[in-house]
């Protein structure tokens, strides 16, 4: 068997950031990621770039023969991300738009092959739909979720919606801070991932 996914795992310290703008933190990309088996010439979408750090390691998977739509609601997440594409040398295969979910969803004439909701959880079940209509069958979605009423407000979207293989996962990573006496671990917030495929 060849397994044709990967994930590259860029340390968050490679990237530029903004104290404004959260970012989707190394270990919980790299689930993500992986959990939406993003592969070599997908077309993918990350609703909400922030920082643009999914956008990045998602154009280096997707490579050439892909393509990343980077959106965001707030100009300056859109500019951030412009920032930290050229850093990384990423040119050809990203298009960033500025416009908020799910309205802009509606203008995209492209279908994806996965689709990455960073933000906009109070509109999820308005941006699932928004989402099934323009991804591919075969298409996977994943949901980034702090608060357990968003995960639970996703679940019965995509089951309402039609999505099928439902999969949640929770991610607590601690971690380790010198100190003198060793190594503490420090633990972040919990974060979930909430994954779905259409069929
Ligand atoms: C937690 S941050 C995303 C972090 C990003 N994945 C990163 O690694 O930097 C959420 C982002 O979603 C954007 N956002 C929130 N609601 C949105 C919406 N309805 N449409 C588009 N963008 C939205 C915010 O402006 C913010 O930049």
Same mark, same amino acid.
């Given at each position: 068997?060849?397994?044709?996914?990967?994930v590259?795992g860029?340390?968050?310290?490679?990237?530029?950031?903004?104290?404004?703008?959260?970012m989707?933190?190394?270990?919980?990309?790299?689930?993500?990621?992986?959990?939406?088996?993003?592969?070599?010439?997908?077309?993918?979408?990350?609703?909400?770039?922030?920082?643009?750090?999914?956008?990045v *390691?998602?154009?280096l998977?997707?490579?050439?023969?892909?393509?990343?739509?980077?959106?965001? %609601?707030d *100009?300056?997440?859109?500019?951030?991300?412009? %920032?930290?594409? *050229?850093?990384f040398?990423?040119?050809?295969n990203?298009?960033?738009?500025?416009?908020k979910?799910?309205?802009?969803?509606?203008t995209?004439?492209?279908?994806?092959?996965?689709?990455?909701?960073?933000g @906009?959880?109070?509109?999820?079940?308005?941006?699932?739909?928004?989402?099934?209509?323009?991804?591919?069958?075969g @298409?996977?979605?994943?949901?980034?979720?702090i608060?357990?009423?968003?995960?639970n407000n996703?679940?019965?979207s995509? *089951?309402?919606?039609?999505?099928?293989n439902?999969?949640?996962?929770?991610?607590?990573?601690?971690?380790g801070m010198?100190?003198r006496?060793?190594?503490a671990?420090?633990?972040?917030?919990?974060?979930f991932?909430?994954?779905g495929?259409? %069929?």
């Amino acid at each position: 068997m060849r397994w044709e996914y990967n994930v590259p795992g860029i340390p968050d310290s490679y990237f530029e950031r903004d104290e404004e703008i959260p970012m989707t933190k190394e270990e919980i990309r790299a689930l993500a990621l992986s959990k939406l088996r993003v592969k070599k010439g997908d077309i993918f979408l990350d609703l909400g770039c922030g920082t643009g750090s999914v956008t990045v *390691e998602a154009s280096l998977i997707v490579g050439s023969e892909g393509k990343v739509y980077a959106i965001d %609601k707030d *100009e300056k997440a859109i500019n951030l991300t412009r %920032k930290n594409l *050229e850093k990384f040398g990423i040119i050809g295969n990203v298009i960033l738009i500025k416009g908020k979910a799910p309205e802009i969803l509606y203008t995209l004439s492209e279908k994806f092959d996965r689709i990455f909701i960073g933000g @906009g959880s109070e509109k999820i079940r308005e941006i699932l739909k928004a989402s099934w209509n323009i991804l591919k069958n075969g @298409g996977r979605v994943a949901i980034d979720a702090i608060l357990i009423e968003t995960v639970n407000n996703a679940i019965n979207s995509m *089951e309402d919606i039609g999505f099928e293989n439902i999969e949640v996962t929770e991610i607590i990573v601690a971690k380790g801070m010198k100190t003198r006496m060793g190594t503490a671990m420090i633990s972040r917030n919990p974060i979930f991932i909430i994954v779905g495929e259409k %069929k």
